[in-house]
């Protein structure tokens, strides 16, 4: 097991009655003056929203409401964000919503408090030294933003989607409540089932060993969303699969699952968030299209850590005869899962040309500048062919 430093800044209240629990308790800690930042309304259709102002209200606080952020949340709206923070001298972002509004807050925290241009981090020209103070209500259980320390940006012109990882963003408190995720449209449930196993799934396939605690962590949380997620396409209103779910995805981007490795791989999300940036798909939905085609890629680079997979994930016998078929099997075995929840499974379901796949690989391997180091480093022409497996599924 490799050396590591572990820290858990945010606080979480789970359950029914988080939300009153954790402002009554929270908001005695923050400034008075609020940004209450939130998406395009669903906050508005589940009741939430009504239950957040009346506690603002009765802690006597300013509230200023950001409300609009869309998905694959772009710099003009941060820049929008940052601008009406500052014009209100507000000194706390309440952000209630998904990924996408969690991590719009962090870039406009990023952008109140350490001034010049906020790009300049997504875009590693500068590190973030600071940030605004944040708390978060999750609505949809996929990203982990809520209790990771990342946000990912896209920039308008060139359709650049962009992350920037720094502990001085994580939420001081984040509020899961089940019950809100119960209006989800299933897409957004899978693509968020989807999000939270790749993000395990990336942590679990890296080049250590001996790591018996974190792979049992890992391997628990796949099987775990695996299973709910499949309940909820028909039960959308069970409770506790939504519980199981809503956890999964803080455990799964919190870092647990990747104390004592290598850090993991991570190929799968640097290609999606170019498909993100240029087709603006639902995010976990494009991790789904992608993820087969670069396991057939690169698993040969340790068999041995994919037939762990293929038992312990999949419960397949291993044939040690014909160790690939094993893998071979499991892969498939994902990819079909994926197809049973909606998602896609090779990028023409996304709306990606052939005539795109080149620029895909270019944007992602900076104009062949970089490659993407993980399980198997993966120069231009590997991610060109990952790309073209995955346009071939479909
Ligand atoms: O905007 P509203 O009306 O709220 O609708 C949203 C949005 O359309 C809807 N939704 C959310 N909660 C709902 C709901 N609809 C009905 N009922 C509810 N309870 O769902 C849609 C998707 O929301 P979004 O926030 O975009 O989803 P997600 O949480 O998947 O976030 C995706 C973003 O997070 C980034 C992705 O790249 C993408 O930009 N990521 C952030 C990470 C991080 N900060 O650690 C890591 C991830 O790997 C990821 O890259
Ligand atoms: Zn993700």
Same mark, same amino acid.
């Given at each position: ?7 858990? $800044?945010? +606080?979480?209240?789970? &359950?029914?009655? /988080? ?25 508005? +259709? ?26 694959? $949340? ?20 309440? /952000? ?9 807050? +962090?870039?406009? *925290? ?32 996929? /990203? ?33 409540? $089940? ?6 449209? $299933?897409?957004?449930?899978?693509? *968020? ?17 001996? =790591? ?18 499949? #309940?909820?396409?028909?039960?959308? @209103? ?25 850090? &993991? @791989? ?7 968030? %170019? ?10 939905? *494009? ?33 040690? %005869?014909?160790? %690939? ?5 499991? #892969?498939? =075995? ?11 499974? &090779? ?48």
């Amino acid at each position: 097991m490799k050396d590591f430093i572990f820290s858990y $800044p945010t +606080k979480v209240y789970f &359950g029914k009655g /988080a939300c009153k629990k954790a402002l009554d308790t929270e908001l005695k800690n923050v400034g008075q003056n609020i940004m209450l930042a939130y998406g395009g309304g669903s906050i508005k +259709k589940n009741g939430i929203y009504d239950e957040i102002m009346t506690l603002l209200s009765l802690a006597n606080k300013k509230v200023v409401e950001f409300s609009g952020i869309m998905s694959n $949340p772009t710099y003009k709206k941060v820049q929008e964000g940052a601008k009406i923070a500052k014009e209100n001298n507000v000194d706390f972002i309440l /952000a209630v919503g998904g990924g996408s509004v969690i991590d719009s807050s +962090k870039a406009i *925290g990023y952008g109140v408090v350490n001034g010049g241009d906020v790009w300049d981090f997504y875009d590693r020209k500068r590190t973030p030294q600071s940030c605004m103070p944040i708390g978060c209500v999750l609505t949809i259980a996929a /990203a982990g933003s809520e209790m990771s320390n990342s946000s990912v940006i896209t920039k308008e012109e060139g359709l650049i989607k962009r992350g920037c990882n720094s502990d001085v963003c994580r939420a001081k408190f984040a509020i899961l409540n $089940p019950e809100l995720t119960m209006t989800l449209p $299933p897409y957004q449930t899978s693509s *968020g089932c989807a999000d939270i196993m790749m993000h395990t799934m990336e942590r679990y396939f890296n080049q250590s060993e001996n =790591m018996d605690i974190t792979d049992s962590i890992a391997e628990g949380l796949m099987k775990t969303v695996k299973k709910h997620a499949v #309940i909820l396409m028909t039960e959308p @209103d069970n409770y506790e699969s939504r519980a199981e779910v809503m956890w999964a995805s803080s455990l799964s981007h919190n870092g647990i699952t990747g104390c004592g490795t290598d850090g &993991g @791989d991570w190929a799968t999300h640097k290609m999606e968030h %170019e498909l993100g940036g240029m087709f603006d798909c639902a995010h976990g939905a *494009g991790l789904a299209a992608i993820w087969a085609s670069w396991a057939r890629y690169v698993y040969k680079a340790n068999i041995n850590r994919w037939l762990q997979y293929a038992s312990n994930v999949w419960g397949l016998d291993i044939d040690f %005869e014909h160790p %690939e078929k094993t893998i071979e099997t499991a #892969i498939d =075995m994902q990819e079909q899962y994926y197809a049973s929840i909606g998602m896609p499974i &090779g990028l023409k379901e996304l709306g990606v040309k052939e005539e795109d796949l080149a620029k895909l690989a270019l944007d992602c391997s900076r104009n062949k500048t970089r490659s993407l180091i993980g399980y198997k480093p993966l120069a231009y022409e590997d991610i060109l062919v990952i790309y073209q497996m995955a346009y071939e599924r479909g």
